[in-house]
């Protein structure tokens, strides 16, 4: 957008800004539904919560607005069967889809925490996704059952007597997954973070390499007959969350998530859940003193050395943070698949995280969370659906358009090149993200006092 009309774009008053933004809004998803009653509401819904000042309210009116996107994330299970068909996108995304969402939502925004708050590449953060589901497989499934024979349980749910291994609850391997998660960055942390900038993303990198590469052959590891990831065919099965018998019986609450007729819903509560905690904690973190310390480091390592703030130590507050979250939701997919396996966890994973974080805005935690929404809907169903429609429309003599190509095309088997193109669109016309933190905007909009010579215009 050119300067002058910016300018006269931010001196209207906040109120029409926003009335202007819902208009279109709301015109643009009646076009796309076809005027159908469900885009319709959704799109009075999405005006009723943006347009009017709630935060004039005091004390509760900054909440309203996500107390409403809150209930509508709850119900979606609900009205999800009765919404509109977007063109060319096709349905909304279905349950297995969402669960996945809140999984990749809950990374993304530990990843934001190193790389968005603290200013550090990461380039491995796969590798403390696989130790969370790992963790889940070693002490909720029989994976040790040679060590075990009898088992050994602890609130586990939904396991017949005498089942060989480790069987602990889900509940406290979530936490248990965190912490062993949090200090295995610690341990790798200490000897990296002294590394700066592509140094220290070369490193990380080369972590997030090795991990799988354990996963792949610690079904004999270092040649000892011990058999510590299941090699390839990995950990299979992996116990399911649940309440046992007493807390259904007296708190209706489900007793065990796979024998439940809404398991979906059941798991993308839980998933939504643990979102909603690693919000939280991402936003007060962020307006902590040792969130301000991570600001500082990244905008300029040395100036914040200076000032005192200890660089070691907070970088691997930084890095043992986003390696908690990480572990947490790596645990809790592997619950939900009840398996866990090597091939789940390449580097591309890592890449896949990170342009969530890049696409929706690094800093912003709600940035980032449309940005892995996004981009784990197009990898799920996205791509598939758009293929399906081209080809519908394109290809072969039957093509409801016009035959442009005979063989039809998969376009799901070009979905890093297709993230690859999005990513480049987005830093050529909106290099700060979608939903930039107001510092980040800022920088972009109006530059830096430490500008080069050569970026000076005459």
């Given at each position: 957008?050119p300067?002058p009309?910016?300018?006269?774009w931010?001196a ?9 933004i819902a208009a279109?809004v709301?015109?643009l998803?009646?076009?796309l539904?076809?005027f159908?009653?469900s885009?319709l509401l959704l799109?009075?819904v999405?005006?009723a919560?943006?347009v009017p000042?709630w935060?004039?309210?005091?004390y ?7 107390l ?5 994330a709850?119900g979606y299970?609900?009205?999800r069967?009765?919404?509109f068909q ?5 349905p909304f ?5 969402a669960?996945i969402?809140t999984?990749?939502?809950m ?5 934001n925490i ?5 200013g550090?590449l990461?380039?491995?953060?796969v590798a403390f ?6 963790t889940?497989g070693w ?10 024979p009898?088992?050994?349980y602890?609130g586990a ?9 480790f ?9 248990l ?5 949090a200090?295995?960055g610690?341990l ?6 002294r590394?700066r900038?592509?140094?220290l993303a070369i490193?990380t990198?080369?972590f ?5 590469q354990?996963?792949r052959?610690?079904d004999n590891l270092?040649?000892?007959g011990?058999?510590l990831t ?5 950990i ?6 649940g309440?046992g018998?007493?807390?259904?019986t007296?708190?209706?609450?489900p007793d065990?998530?796979?024998a439940a007729a ?5 798991y993308?509560?839980?998933g939504l859940t ?19 310390a991570?600001v500082a480091i ?5 100036a914040?050395?200076a000032m ?5 130590r907070?970088k ?6 986003g390696?908690?979250?990480g572990?947490?939701?790596?645990a809790f997919y592997?619950s939900?698949k009840?398996?866990t396996?090597?091939d789940?966890?390449?580097f591309?994973i890592?890449?896949f ?6 696409l929706?805005?690094?800093?912003n935690?709600?940035?980032v969370?449309?940005?892995a ?9 996205g ?5 399906g429609?081209l080809?519908?429309h ?15 095309i998969d376009?799901?088997?070009y979905?890093?090149?297709?993230y ?5 669109v ?6 700060e ?5 107001a510092?980040?905007?800022l920088?972009f ?5 430490d500008?080069p010579?050569?970026d000076?215009s005459?």
């Amino acid at each position: 957008m050119p300067r002058p009309v910016r300018d006269r774009w931010r001196a209207l008053p906040a109120f029409w800004r926003r009335a202007a933004i819902a208009a279109l809004v709301v015109l643009l998803v009646l076009l796309l539904s076809g005027f159908a009653l469900s885009g319709l509401l959704l799109a009075l819904v999405f005006a009723a919560f943006y347009v009017p000042p709630w935060q004039r309210i005091p004390y509760v009116g900054r909440w309203i607005p996500m107390l409403g996107a809150l209930l509508l994330a709850v119900g979606y299970p609900y009205y999800r069967p009765h919404m509109f068909q977007w063109p060319v996108l096709g349905p909304f995304p279905s349950m297995d889809t969402a669960v996945i969402a809140t999984v990749f939502a809950m990374m993304a925004v530990g990843l934001n925490i190193v790389v968005g708050y603290a200013g550090l590449l990461d380039l491995g953060y796969v590798a403390f996704y696989a130790m969370g589901a790992y963790t889940a497989g070693w002490f909720a499934s029989p994976q040790f059952a040679k060590y075990v024979p009898h088992g050994w349980y602890f609130g586990a749910v939904g396991v017949a007597p005498n089942v060989p291994g480790f069987h602990v609850s889900i509940w406290l391997l979530l936490i248990l997954a965190g912490v062993l998660t949090a200090v295995v960055g610690v341990l790798i942390g200490l000897p990296t973070l002294r590394l700066r900038g592509d140094y220290l993303a070369i490193v990380t990198l080369g972590f997030g390499e090795i991990m799988p590469q354990i996963a792949r052959n610690g079904d004999n590891l270092f040649g000892t007959g011990f058999n510590l990831t299941g090699g390839p065919p990995g950990i299979i099965p992996i116990d399911s969350p649940g309440f046992g018998t007493w807390a259904h019986t007296n708190l209706h609450l489900p007793d065990n998530y796979v024998a439940a007729a809404n398991f979906d819903k059941l798991y993308f509560w839980t998933g939504l859940t643990l979102l909603l905690i690693t919000l939280f904690v991402s936003l007060r973190l962020r307006s902590s003193r040792l969130g301000r310390a991570w600001v500082a480091i990244r905008e300029d390592e040395i100036a914040a050395a200076a000032m005192g703030v200890p660089l070691m130590r907070t970088k691997t507050w930084a890095y043992a943070t986003g390696a908690f979250f990480g572990g947490v939701a790596g645990a809790f997919y592997s619950s939900y698949k009840a398996a866990t396996f090597p091939d789940d966890f390449f580097f591309n994973i890592s890449v896949f995280i990170l342009c969530m974080v890049i696409l929706g805005g690094m800093g912003n935690v709600w940035g980032v969370l449309l940005g892995a929404v996004f981009l784990t809907y197009l990898d799920r169903e996205g791509l598939a659906n758009i293929g399906g429609w081209l080809n519908d429309h394109f290809a072969g003599n039957h093509a409801k358009w016009t035959h442009l190509y005979t063989n039809p095309i998969d376009v799901p088997l070009y979905s890093f090149g297709i993230y690859g193109v999005v990513i480049l669109v987005v830093m050529l016309f909106r290099p700060e993200g979608l939903l930039p933190s107001a510092r980040r905007r800022l920088e972009f909009e109006e530059g830096v006092q430490d500008e080069p010579l050569y970026d000076v215009s005459t």
